[in-house]
């Protein structure tokens, strides 16, 4: 049996070690465990069929000690690993923790969509009050690990195939300033085993009222690794890189998202430097195995929100309208290289056009966003089209917000 196995084995007997541990707490009633059915979809697994499971202290409402977050799921069409599972739990820290202002330690491990990740971090966290959205948290995490199953991948080339040990420090900051309502999030990663690499991205988001029926959103991004990062730490213009696509349930397999879509050009994934009129360049330039990746980018977001008779629709539906929203905008956006690294072009690149969002969202216990966005766009005109023209039309669908609060 290799490393990889008996690491499988280890892990999966210890989730089911933990698991009948917290079965005999919650028979006790000192600890409960709350299921809840999950059916998810893609290429490699088929319909996914599986358990989500909530555990905490009774009463504590997902804010007191061992707090757990876990699934286990069977794939229906029976690949190779047709057992999949996510485990996650968190202790806070009694001495440095306080309403809404927590200090924590979590343990994490998954194997799923052909990709381990287990580690550890800490996190620390400062609330203004009772208002879960001004906030400040860093932390710092590491973790091992490994894309063991390409099969999984929509783009195998996009993948290295060793194991990473990343040191990751973070932080996020949110709150109300004289302008509106600001956002600045930073993620450093370090890989510590063979091959070393470093990677860091910035982030700072403005939105920017203009009356009751008028906003301006502005969005500022800087991503850069060093020579030897792996294809998953590199940065593409349109898209978020592929080590991030793993944090969500649309993007961390194929078929999910039909491969048609992406490889058609007609579907943008949010994050990155976020020029989303180059999706559709830069995913065929991943599917023909010549991908356009680059060392860093800098980039700039805009939108300018407008009302619309359907925008007032939706937010005026009773009930759901806290948690459902219409949005209709102009967008643009630029971005270049750096020039950090050696093998990076000089140029620039620029979008523009209009688009609708529609999103849902219910914010977690810390008023961070939990839900989804869904977005049509028109990005009618490009500096650098290839071999289309600069203006015309051009139909783009797009999950995930630009720029996101």
């Known amino acids: 049996m290799d490393h990889f196995n008996r690491l499988n084995v280890i892990l999966v007997l210890f989730f089911l070690i933990f698991s009948a541990s917290l079965a005999q707490a919650q028979q006790k009633k000192s600890y409960e465990i709350i299921p809840a059915p999950d059916l998810w979809y893609n290429d490699v697994d088929g319909i996914r069929v599986g358990v989500q499971l909530k555990g905490q202290v009774p009463g504590t409402f997902e804010d007191g000690p061992h707090r757990i977050d876990a699934g286990v799921w069977l794939g229906t069409w029976i690949p190779s690993d047709p057992v999949s599972y996510y485990f996650n739990y968190t202790q806070p820290i009694e001495s440095i923790s306080d309403f809404g202002s927590e200090g924590n330690v979590q343990v994490t491990t998954l194997f799923r969509a052909g990709f381990h990740r287990h580690g550890v971090s800490f996190t620390k966290r400062w609330q203004q ?18 894309r063991f199953n390409l099969e999984y991948a929509q783009y195998p080339i996009l993948w290295s195939d060793d194991w990473n040990g990343i040191l990751s420090p973070f932080f996020s900051y949110q709150n109300e300033n004289g302008l509106g309502r600001i956002n600045l999030d930073f993620k450093g990663s370090i890989q510590t085993l063979d091959n070393p690499f470093t990677s860091a991205v910035i982030a700072a988001s403005q939105t920017i009222p203009l009356g009751e029926i008028l906003g301006f959103k502005v969005r500022f991004y800087a991503g850069a690794s060093s020579n030897s990062a792996d294809p998953e730490y590199l940065f593409s213009r349109s898209s978020s890189r592929q080590i991030e696509w793993m944090d969500s349930g649309f993007t961390r397999a194929k078929g999910t998202i039909p491969m048609s879509f992406l490889n058609g050009g007609k579907f943008n994934i949010a994050g990155g430097a976020n020029l989303r009129g ?70 620039t690149f620029a979008d523009g056009g209009g688009g609708f969002a529609i999103s849902f969202n219910v914010p977690d216990s810390s008023g961070k966003p939990r839900g989804f966005v869904f977005r049509y766009e028109i990005p009618f005109w490009l500096s650098d089209p290839g071999a289309e023209q600069s203006f015309r039309y051009r139909s783009l669908f797009g999950f995930g917000a630009v720029i996101a609060f």
């Open 129 to 146: 009050g009772f208002n879960e959205q001004n906030y400040v948290e860093t932390g710092i995490s590491y973790h091992l690990e490994k």
């Open 278 to 347: 180059y999706s559709g360049s830069d995913f065929q330039s991943f599917d023909r195995e010549e991908p356009f990746l680059i060392n860093s980018i800098g980039a700039l977001n805009t939108e300018f929100d407008y009302p619309s008779p359907l925008g007032r629709m939706f937010n005026n539906i009773p009930f759901l309208g806290e948690f459902l929203s219409f949005r209709s905008y102009m967008f643009f956006d630029a971005g270049t290289p750096l020039g950090i690294t050696e093998n990076e072009i000089d140029n």
